[in-house]
Structure formats: structure tokens, C-alpha cells
């Protein structure tokens, strides 16, 4: 018996150090932290086979001034704690760039965690790019030099919402919906204030805050919201939250137009159907209409991911390593400080418009669209026959809004 | 006013059936084993699944009769292959095996299907409106949902109380060694309650499956809630499962329609709080947001004050 633990012991170390070998060649490392598993998973692993995807274009084409690019993933069950403990063994392993996104208590938790570190170990920074936490607290009063977020924040979203209604006469009475913690109450407060300057006479006739991820059945919300006579729901919901929102508006009948922050992530398309056709809006940097052909990237992602699930999403993903690919190319260098300088100011130009990454708090400028479910849309979401065309385009300069972001840069 | 209380008078007793579909079974098992089933919601969510694939070959009305039959097998298996074995441990080895059952049906849900909800609609043959309310259509398939969930309970009911088989379930309940003393096959009960129990579950997966989310993560979703069902309605009672259902629908889905809090309340009897005093966050959250855990502080109450639940025959 023990003759046997003892061989699979040597095995297994002898496994290990050729693994090991086997990675000590010149890798850029950079660590993928978000669920893998659990609730959120399917997120996740959406997410995660676009930043495989897009390094592995990079690498394709040379890698980061000859470094090839080494994805390491950790599962973190969004979970803050969980997520510290997989940071430490990220940079323990060698990771340089944290990416995250799911969840902004976990990316408040990270980006701590990550000044931190770089406080007390000079010389081996490590950097956060944040492609989905859009607290805007993360690019204001929580900001730091190590943090960049390349998604538009609650704000921001809220206001090119605001250029969608200004002119909609038929919006009067708006019902807001929310999840019950930072994010959801930030979309309330967002829309208090979106409301207040570009459509006062517009009357907000019930606000709720539910619990994140516990409600099975959404159709006393729905109740709630029909007697209230409102005609627009304003809702953050994202993942099961969203898509039974939708679901239990269907059952009752619920008329009204949806203007959602993630209404065209996995699986809302398929659960509200037709009935979202000219009511279901969602605000992102991408859709698959937003131009008429699809661009190569999408293309490319569709030969390999293949499943009705893998919907090419995360734009702001291909922006983000657009982003490090010409900050690398700029610093001339992979050190982390000198990327970090090389992205702040970085200006560049998408199919899709310009974008630019701010100085002053780090936050990814991109255009932004406001689109709208429909069943003449040349491409379509998951197989539904329906996708998303657009209403408004605001360009990235226009997105911008003024930061409270009081920044300490290493010397 | 009226139209939201109607329309959630109606919400509340439709969850409050479901919950009960859910919970029959579980409370049944209970009742006869001792065995405090967690894998329970698993066999529940294998229901959904099974019934959305069988659907999709042979449609959904033979599915509504298959996808439980399949259930009822599984449940057999693990009662005489798993949950037999594991008895002779006692009671914490057997809650230990379910518990890790629930795990391995899980794993194996999601190798079998994926992470991702699976896009499981209303079946074409039942979607339609069922009748009109205040202007709006109600679905069929929630009717059915609610016949149902009746059916299931009349079925319990009378198995129990007006059948042979039932009568020595009853007796088995308080004196197992008896029962067998007198002739009974005791082992073969324990593998037709269990086969029935699951049976249940997975029918109701069948409608849950549609009538909510069908995901990998539905069992852990509605498993607590469902344990909370039948310690408040007393565990091995049918009709206290049938109540406890319905008061938890009902509350739930009440108090979602209730925005007061407990400062309304204050300010009601002429009590002043500033927005500085202590536990003002506690006072200000609206009863539409606690309502989630009502059912918990429910459980909480009931095993202080009553712990046998509403209708139970012996101590929790």
C-alpha cells in the first residue's frame, strides 16, 4: 500500500516539474478571475472563451512584444472572499493583468486587494482590468492608477438611456426594478437623477429592490407593476434575475417597454419571445446589427465556439485587448507600470467609432448603443429569429461624464 | 387595488400549490423513513429535464406521464441500492448519502445538459389563455399547474386514509418493528413510498420546469424553501403540507405587494424617527423587500412556539 502512494507520489511530481518546465518560456500571464462555476457560470464561461479567444489572436499575431500571452483562469464563485484567495495564488503563479468582471463587490474587493499589493511590493505590480463591474464608486471615489474598467458604468449607461427617452412622448410612468444591493441601487439612483434632468414630467410610479438571485417566481413583482399603471420598466437585472422578470411579464401580459441593462444577455431573448419584439431595449457597446455584415471577429468566434449558447457579447472584450496590444506596442515594454502609463490617454480608433481610455480615472470611452428587440433584424440572438436594432449611437466622446477620481500615480 | 388583489390572491395560491407538488413527496418519505431526503429537489429538477427531452422526441402529454414514471425507477434504484445499504448506519449516514446524491445528480445535469438554462417553454398544446381577468389573459398551463397540484393532494389523501396500503404506511409511521412483526413486507413499503415520493417530485419538475427556470442550480434554489414547507406543516402530514403550501404562497406573495415598512408604522402611532437614530436601516426596509424571508422566519417561530408544525404527530 504504501510502496503504491509512494509511486503515485513521484508520478505526480515528476507530472508537476514537467508542467512546470513546460511553462517557465517567456509567458505574459494574465489571470481570468470569475465563476466557473455555480449560479453565475454560465456568465463566466461565456466571458472566459472571449478572453481565450482574443489573446489567442494576439498570440497569433506575435503576442506582447514577442511574449505569447498565457491565460490562467480561477473560479471565484463570485464570492469576494473566495476571490481573494484565488488573487493571491494568481500573482503567486506569476499573473500580471487581473481580469474580472462579474460583480462589482468582487471587483471592489480585487481592486483593494490589488493597491494594496502593489503598495507593498515595488517593482512587481500587478494590473486590474475590469470588463463588466460598473459601480460607478470603482472609476470615482474608489478609484486607483491600477484599475481600468472597459465597460460604460451604471451612469453612463443611464444617460444614453436618457438620449432614448428625451423624445419618446409615449413614456409617462416609469416603474423601477432592482436588484437588492451596490449595482441595483446605483441603476435606482441613476435613473432618479436621468429622470429629473431630461424628463421631468415623467412620473416614477413604484420602485423595488428584490433580493439578488433568490426569487423563483417574479409574478408578484409583475402584479405589482400592472397596478401600478406604468407603461416603461426601468431594471439592472442581470442572469436568472432578468430572464424571469421577462418571463413572469409575458405570463401576465404585462405591456410595456423594457429599458434593461443586460435584456440581450443569455437567455432573456429566448424567455420573453415575440412579446419583446419593439418593447425590449438594452444599452452596449455591441450587437451582432450593429453594423450590416458581421465583423471578422464574430465571424471567427462562431467557427469556434459553436454552441446556440456562445454569443459573441463582450465587445468591450476585443476592446480591452485592442487596448493592451497598442499600450505593449506604445510602452515598447510588458512591465505593468510602464503598460499601465502607455494605456492612460491611449487613443484608438474600433469599426465602430473611436474609443480612449481616460486619464483622469482610468474608464474606457467607447460608443455606446440603444437597441431595440426585433423580428427584422438581419442577425439574430441564440437562435430566436429576433435580434437587436439599433435606436441611438453616442459616440464615445459623448458618453463621458465628470469623474470625482482623485488618482495617486507611482513616481 | 382590487386587480392587485385578485391577481395576487391568485399568484399566491398557484406558488402555494407548486410548493406543495414539491413537498408532498418529500414529506411522504419522511414520514414513512425517517429519512430526511435532500436530494429530494434533485429528483425534482431530473423531472424537469427529463420530461423537456422526452418532450422533445414523443410530445409533451406522454412526457407528463413518462418523465415521472423515470423519476418513480430512479428513486426505487437509490432506495434499494443506495439508501438500504446506508440504513443500518443510521440516520447520519443516510443524510449524508442523500446529501451527496444531490451533488452527483447535480454533476451529472449539468455533463447531460450544460450550465446554461435550457430553453424549456410552455409546450405548444398548452399554451393558450385559460380565461380572461381585469382584461388579462390567464395561461392554461398555470390551471393545469394548480388541477394538478389538487389532484395530487386528493390522491395522497385518500391513498392514505381509504386504502390498505395506507393504513399500514399509517402504522409503519409510529411502529415499523410491529408492522413487519405482523407480516408486512416493511422493505418493499420503503421502496414503493420512496418510488412514489420521487415519483411526485418529478412530476411536479415537469410543470415547475416550464412554470420557472430549468437550470442545474433549480434544486438548490428550491430545496431550503421546501424543507421550511414541511417542518411548518408538520412533518408526515399531508394536509399539513397542503396548509403550510398555501399560508407560504400566500404570505410570500402578499407581502411583495406591501410597500410599508416599519418607520410607516412608527409615524402611524405619531412615533418620530430621525434619520440618525439606531437601527434606522432596519426600520426602513419595506416589508415587499423582506419577503423572501418570511417563510424562514416562519420556520424559525413554528419550531419555538409548536415544533411538531401545524399538523404534525410527533416532535421535529
Redesign the interface.
Known amino acids: 500500500m504504501r510502496d503504491w502512494l509512494h509511486r503515485i507520489g513521484t508520478g505526480g511530481l515528476a507530472v508537476a516539474l514537467l508542467a512546470f518546465a513546460g511553462l517557465a518560456g517567456a509567458q505574459f500571464k494574465i489571470a481570468y478571475i470569475d465563476p466557473l462555476s455555480?449560479?453565475a457560470?454560465?456568465a463566466g464561461?461565456n466571458s472566459q472563451k472571449h478572453v481565450i479567444f482574443f489573446t489567442d489572436r494576439i498570440n497569433a499575431a506575435g503576442g506582447l512584444n514577442g511574449e505569447k500571452i498565457e491565460v490562467l483562469s480561477y473560479d471565484n464563485k463570485v464570492s469576494p472572499q473566495e476571490s481573494l484567495i484565488v488573487l493571491k495564488k494568481a500573482i503567486d503563479e506569476g499573473a500580471r493583468i487581473i481580469v474580472q468582471g462579474n460583480g462589482s463587490s468582487v471587483a471592489h474587493a480585487i481592486t483593494d486587494a490589488v493597491l494594496k499589493y502593489n503598495e507593498r511590493n515595488p517593482g512587481k505590480e500587478v494590473l486590474f482590468f475590469n470588463y463588466a463591474a460598473i459601480d460607478p464608486a470603482l472609476t470615482n471615489e474608489k478609484c486607483n492608477f491600477w484599475h481600468f474598467r472597459f465597460d460604460a458604468d451604471v451612469d453612463m449607461k443611464m444617460a444614453a438611456f436618457g438620449d432614448a427617452m428625451v423624445n419618446d412622448k409615449s413614456i409617462k410612468k416609469v416603474y423601477l426594478i432592482n436588484q437588492?444591493y451596490s449595482f441595483g441601487k446605483a441603476v435606482a439612483a441613476a435613473a432618479h437623477r436621468m429622470l429629473a434632468q431630461k424628463r421631468p414630467d415623467v412620473q416614477i410610479v413604484g420602485e423595488?429592490?428584490?433580493?439578488l438571485q433568490?426569487?423563483?417566481?417574479f409574478?408578484?413583482?409583475v402584479?405589482?407593476i400592472?397596478?401600478s399603471g406604468a407603461d416603461t420598466v426601468i431594471t439592472g437585472n442581470w442572469s436568472?434575475d432578468m430572464?424571469?422578470l421577462v418571463?413572469a411579464g409575458k405570463?401576465?401580459?404585462l405591456k410595456v417597454k423594457w429599458f434593461t441593462y443586460y435584456g440581450g444577455g443569455?437567455?432573456s431573448v429566448?424567455a420573453i419571445?415575440r412579446d419583446g419584439v419593439g418593447t425590449l431595449k438594452q444599452v452596449t457597446e455591441y450587437h451582432n446589427n450593429v453594423s450590416p455584415t458581421l465583423p471578422p471577429e464574430e465571424v471567427e468566434f462562431h467557427k469556434r465556439f459553436t454552441?446556440k449558447?456562445d454569443e459573441m457579447y463582450y465587445w468591450r472584450i476585443r476592446n480591452m485587448f485592442a487596448m493592451l496590444q497598442a499600450a505593449a506596442k506604445k510602452a515598447k515594454s510588458n512591465d505593468p507600470v510602464k503598460l499601465a502609463r502607455a494605456l492612460e490617454g491611449l487613443q484608438m480608433d474600433t469599426p465602430y467609432g473611436p474609443m480612449q481610455m481616460r486619464a483622469d480615472n482610468h474608464q474606457l470611452l467607447q460608443p455606446l448603443f440603444v437597441s431595440t428587440l426585433s423580428d427584422k433584424a438581419k442577425h439574430d440572438v441564440e437562435g430566436t429569429g429576433l435580434g437587436f436594432i439599433t435606436d441611438e449611437k453616442i459616440d464615445a466622446a459623448k458618453t463621458a461624464l465628470p469623474t470625482t477620481c482623485k488618482m495617486t500615480r507611482p513616481s | 387595488?382590487k386587480?392587485?388583489v385578485a391577481?395576487?390572491l391568485l399568484?399566491?395560491v398557484?406558488?402555494g400549490l407548486?410548493l406543495f407538488m414539491l413537498s408532498s413527496g418529500l414529506t411522504l418519505i419522511f414520514s414513512l423513513m425517517g429519512v430526511l431526503n435532500f436530494a429530494h429537489a434533485s429528483l425534482f429538477m431530473l423531472g424537469a429535464y427529463l420530461s423537456w427531452q422526452i418532450s422533445r422526441w414523443v410530445g409533451f402529454w406522454p412526457a407528463l406521464v413518462l418523465a415521472p414514471l423515470l423519476c418513480g425507477l430512479v428513486g426505487a434504484g437509490i432506495e434499494r441500492f443506495g439508501l438500504r445499504r446506508v440504513h443500518r448506519q443510521g440516520h447520519v449516514a443516510e443524510i449524508l448519502f442523500t446529501f451527496g446524491l444531490a451533488y452527483v445528480i447535480g454533476e451529472l445535469v449539468i455533463m447531460a445538459w450544460?450550465?446554461?438554462?435550457i430553453?424549456n417553454?410552455v409546450p405548444a398544446a398548452i399554451d393558450f389563455a385559460a380565461f380572461r381577468l381585469f382584461g388579462?389573459?390567464y395561461?392554461f398551463y398555470?390551471v393545469l399547474m394548480m388541477g394538478i397540484s389538487v389532484g395530487m393532494f386528493a390522491f395522497l389523501y385518500l391513498a392514505f386514509k381509504r386504502t390498505r396500503v395506507g393504513l399500514v404506511i399509517q402504522a409503519a409511521l409510529t411502529h415499523p418493528q410491529m408492522v413487519g412483526a405482523l407480516g408486512h413486507d416493511v422493505p418493499r413499503l420503503f421502496v414503493l413510498v420512496f418510488a412514489v415520493g420521487s415519483a411526485l417530485a418529478g412530476l411536479a419538475g415537469v410543470i415547475g420546469g416550464f412554470?420557472?427556470?430549468t437550470?442545474p442550480?433549480m434544486a438548490a434554489?428550491?430545496g431550503p424553501i421546501v424543507f421550511v414547507v414541511v417542518v411548518v406543516g408538520g412533518l408526515g402530514s399531508i394536509p399539513g403540507a397542503f396548509l403550510a403550501s398555501m399560508l407560504i404562497g400566500l404570505l410570500?406573495?402578499?407581502a411583495?405587494?406591501i410597500d410599508y415598512s416599519w418607520l410607516d408604522l412608527f409615524r402611524a402611532i405619531g412615533l418620530k424617527v430621525s434619520s440618525d437614530s439606531l437601527l434606522r436601516e432596519v426600520w426602513s426596509v419595506k416589508l415587499?423587500?423582506a419577503?423572501?424571508i418570511l417563510p424562514y422566519v416562519l420556520l424559525v417561530l413554528m419550531l419555538i412556539v409548536r415544533p411538531r408544525g401545524f399538523m404534525g404527530t410527533r416532535e421535529t
Do not use: C, W
Open positions: 455555480g449560479g457560470a454560465s464561461i437588492d423595488e429592490l428584490h433580493p433568490k426569487v423563483q417566481d409574478s408578484p413583482y402584479a405589482k400592472k397596478a436568472n430572464l424571469l418571463k405570463d401576465a401580459d443569455l437567455g429566448p419571445g454552441d449558447s | 387595488m386587480e392587485l391577481f395576487s399568484n399566491g398557484v406558488y407548486l450544460g450550465r446554461n438554462p430553453e417553454h388579462t389573459s395561461p398555470k412554470a420557472l427556470l437550470e442550480n434554489n428550491l410570500q406573495t402578499f411583495v405587494a415587499s423587500q419577503a423572501p
